[in-house]
DNA sequence: TATGAATGAGAATTCATTCAT
DNA sequence: AATGAATGAATTCTCATTCAT
C-alpha cells in the first residue's frame, strides 16, 4: 500500500503545489487576464500537466474558492466555539471573517468574483451551488449564536437572526473590500487600519442590536421596489439629476 | 458657427449613444466578455466607428464608468444640500447611493467590475484621476456634514469625519452589493428588501456615532500590519487553522 | 445600389475563392489533417478572415459538398434531359458522375468522407440532411427514366426502379472509388482507364435488368441479419476462420 | 526453452487483447478522434505500455488493418477451394467478403477508413507493403479461378482475368459500403436487404461475362485521361454546367 | 516490464485594432 | 466621417510520445 499512498500523496500535493501557484497569479491578473500558460509557468509544469489535475481553467479556479471556503468556515466556527458571549462570539467571527481576507487575501479575491457574478455561466452552476453551501454553514453556526442571544436578553433587536448576521456580514464584507489593496475607489482606504475600521463598524452595528435605539422595521419581504424609472439612457440620466 | 457647432453637438450625441449602448452590453456581459462588435450592433454603427469616439475598448469602459460617478456625485449632493439634521443628510446620501444602483443598475455594474490597476497603460492617466477626483467629491461634502454634526455635539464619536463617511460609505456598499441581483453569494440576500436592509445598517451605525457606547480607538496609520505570517503554502494554512 | 452590389459580389467571390483553397487543401491532406492556418495560406489569407466567412472549419468543409452536390446533380440532370433510350440515359448518368468524379476530384473526396461516416457527429445533422435531400434530386429523375423503361418494356427486371438505381450507383460508386487516385487499396487499379471500367460495369449491370436472365428476388425488407456471430476477439476469429 | 517460450506466448497474447481493444475504439470513433488513452483504458492497460507493443499509434491502426486482411484472405480462399463452377466460386467469394464486413464490422470500418497516403513516414514501409502482398493473395486467386472459366470457355469475355475480378471487386465494395450503417449517403439504403443487394449486382456483372451481349473494349492502359479540364475554380464549373 | 506523470507542439477560434475605400 | 474587411497575436485545450521509477 505505502506505494500507492505515496503516489497518491504527491499527486495531492502538486494538486496543492498548482493551486498555489494559480491563486498567486489569478490574483495579480484577475481571472480573465490570466492565461493558463502563466499559471503554468508560475509552478514551473507545462501547459499541458495543469489539465491532468484540473480539467479547465474554471475547474481550477473554482477549486480554489472551495479550498478557500473550508479553511474560512473552520476559522469562524473556531471562535464561535469558544466560551465567549453572543457579542464577543460575533466580533470574533468577524475578525476571524477579516483575518482571513488578509492571511488568504488571493482566496478572497476569488469570493469576490464570485460576489460580484464574474463566474456564473462559465462555471458549472452546480459546482456554484455546492459553494454556496459550504459557505452557509458559518453562516448558520452564527444565526444560532444570535438567536440564544436574544433569547437571553443579550439583544433587543426585533429582527430575526438570520438578518442580523447579514447586516453584520454585509457591512464586514463592504469595508473589506474597499480596504483591500486593489481597490481603487477611494485612496483615503489606504490610510486607516483596516482591522480596526472592519471591527469598529461590527462593534458599532452590534451596539444597534444590544439596546432598542435604532426604528427597527421588518426587513423581510421586499416590498415594492424603488427601481420605477428604469432607464439605461444617458442623457435622460443626466436631465433627471439636474432639475 | 453654427455649422460647426451643431457638428459638434452631434458629435456629442453620438457618443453618447455609444456610451448608452456600450452601458447596456457591458452589464450584460462583462468587460472581458463584450466585443466592440457587440457594442457596434447595439448602437447600429460599424466597428470601425467606435474608434473615431474612444480609442480604445478600455477608455470607453472607463468613459462609461466616469459618467456614472458623475451622476452618482450629484444625487448626493443634492441630499446634502437639504436643510435636514447631520444624521437625516447622511441617511439622505445612503438612500441616494443605494437609489442610484437600482435607477443606474447597469452602471452599478460598472462600477463593480472596475479594476483599475487592469487599466493602467491602456487608459490616460489624467482619464483616471479624472475620475478620483469625481468620487471624491460627493465624499468631501459628507466629510463637512459630519464635522458640523461633530462640532455641534451632534455626533459624539472621536473618530474623524473622514473616517465616519468611509465607514458609511463601505458598509453601505457592502449592502448594496450582497443584495445585488447578480451576487450568488447567499440566497438568502434574495428575501429581504433592499432597501431596508441597507439604510437599518446606516442607521444601525450612525447611532453609533451618535452615543458613546462602543469604545472607539483611533482607526488610522495602519499601526502593525496584522498580516505576518503572509503564506500561500495551503497545507500550512490547514495546519495554522486547526491547531 | 452599385456600391453595396459591387461589394456583395467581390464578398462572394472572396467566399468562392476560400472554397477553392480549402478544395486543394483538404484534399491534399483530409479533414483531420488539415489545418485552418494551411487554408488561409493557401489563399492568401489570414486564418481570422477565414472565420469571417464559415464560422467553422466543419462549415467550410461542408460547403465543399454543398457546392458540389449542386453541380453534380445539374451534370446528371443534364444527361437525363437528352432524348435518348432509357439505357443510354442511364449510362450518361453514369457517365456524369464519374466526369463529376474526375473534373472535381477534391468535391468527391468530400463525398467519399461523407459515405464513410467520418463526419457524422461533427456537423449538423441539419446540414448532413440537407444535403441528402439535395443528393435525393438526381436519383429521383434516374428513377423515373428507369419506371418508364420498365413500362415501356425495355427492361425486363422485377426489381422496383429504385432499387435499379440503387444498384447502378453503388457499384458505379464502389469503382470510381477503387480507381481514385488516394485508394491505395489495390495498386491494379492504377492499370485500368477508370471510364472505361466504371461503364463497363454499368453497362454490364444494366444488361442484366434488359435481359431476364438472372434470378431475381425481391431485395427489400431486410430479412434476417447474417451477423449470427458477432465477436470482436481476434483470436476467436482467428479459430474460427482456419477450421 | 518453455519459460522463454511462455513470455513469448503472452506476450503474443497481450498485443492481441491490445488488438481487439483498438479495434473497438478505432471503429466507435474514427482514427483522429481515438486518443491512446483511450485504446489504453479499453484494455486496462497503461498508455506507456501500449509503445512497448506498437511503436506508434499509426502502427497500431496499421497492424488492425493487416489482421483484417488476413482474415479477409482466408475466408475467400476457403470459398475459392471448393468444388464448385466458376460463377459459383465467385459468388462464394462475393458472400464471403460481404460476411466478413458483417462479422467482422470493426475490421471493415477500419478498411474503409484507412488511406495509407497519410501514413507514409510513420510506419515502416516493410509493414506497408505486407499489406499490399497480403491484400493481393485473395485477388491473385480469384484471377485463376476467372482465368480457367474463359479457358473452358464459361465466360465469354474479352477482359482479362484481373479486370474481371477488378470489377466484381469494386462494385461489391460499392454495395458493400453504401449499405452500411454509417453510410449517410441515402435512407433508402436503409430498406434493402444488404445480401440480396451486393450478391444481386455480382450476379448481374458475372452475367455479362458468361454472355457476349456487351460490347467490350480493353479497359488497360488508361488511353487519354478524360481529366482535361482539370480547373478548381467553382465559378468557372458553373457556367460550365449550365450550358 | 509496466506505469502514468509530464511534456510541448499544435489546433481551433476570438477579437481589438487598423486602414483602404 | 463612416465603414467593415482583414489581420494576427493570444488563448484554451488536446494528445502522441517519452522517461524516470
Known sequence: MSISERKEREKESRRQEILKAAQRVFFRNGFEKTAMEMVAEECQLAKGTLYRYFKSKEELYVSLVQDGIEILDKMIVRELQKPLSAEEKLLAAVKAHFDFTQL?????MVFKMIDVGALSGKVDQEKLDAIQRARATAFERMKNVVAEAIKRGEFKTKHRP??????LWASSFGAIMMCGEKCQQFEMFKEVDAEKFVMRIARGLIESF?????AEEPLSHRASPVRTKKTDKVSEVENEVNI
Open 210 to 214: 444590544k439596546t432598542a435605539n435604532v
Open 104 to 108: 488568504y487575501h488571493e482566496h478572497f
Open 162 to 167: 438570520q438578518e442580523i448576521v447579514m447586516m
